[in-house]
């Protein structure tokens, strides 16, 4: 049987990737599938199935990089707070635009700020999405919020 070590791609990365622009293909190049990357560029991500289905394997771990490796790290290290990753990506991700995720990690100026703005017009919204996706983002401290659960 042939166990191979899990990639150094981080899943949360991938599947923002996937889930933004999986259609073209763009989380393919990353994990290193240039071919089939180039595929699901031509084909809208093979018209959207092939998207959805790459979703689907990233969330179950069943995704695999250029080397056949499974993508399946959610954590990007040891935790230096005691905040989470999953409920500030939901906490952005339904409630975003009303800062409630910094709320959250306890950034209440700026929570303000994006409830007045409704998340800065959106923007600074999809920005944090990002961040907190890529691990990126920190709490009131200035420490990275690095587990998912």
């Not at 994990?31 to 180039?38: R, S």
């Not at 289905?53 to 995704?63: C, H, N, R, S």
């Not at 707070?81 to 975003?96: M, Q, V």
């Not at 990126?136 to 401290?141: H, R």
């Amino acid at each position: 049987m042939d166990v191979r070590p899990a990639s150094e791609y981080y899943a949360p990365r991938v599947l923002l990737l996937c889930g933004w622009l999986g259609f073209l293909g763009v989380h393919r190049f990353y994990t290193g599938k240039i071919i089939t990357g180039v595929l699901q560029l031509l084909t809208a991500g093979g018209f959207g199935i092939w998207w959805i289905i790459d979703f689907v394997l990233i969330i179950a771990g069943a995704f695999k990089d250029s080397a056949g490796r499974p993508v399946v790290q959610w954590s990007y290290g040891p935790a230096t707070t005691s905040k989470r990753l999953l409920p500030a990506f939901l906490l952005n991700a339904f409630l975003g635009p009303f800062g409630i995720h910094r709320f959250y990690v306890g950034k209440i100026g700026t929570g303000l700020l994006q409830l007045v703005t409704l998340g800065g017009f959106g923007i600074w919204w999809i920005i944090d999405h990002v961040l907190i996706t890529w691990g990126s983002f920190s709490d009131k401290q200035q420490n990275r919020l690095t587990q998912w659960t």
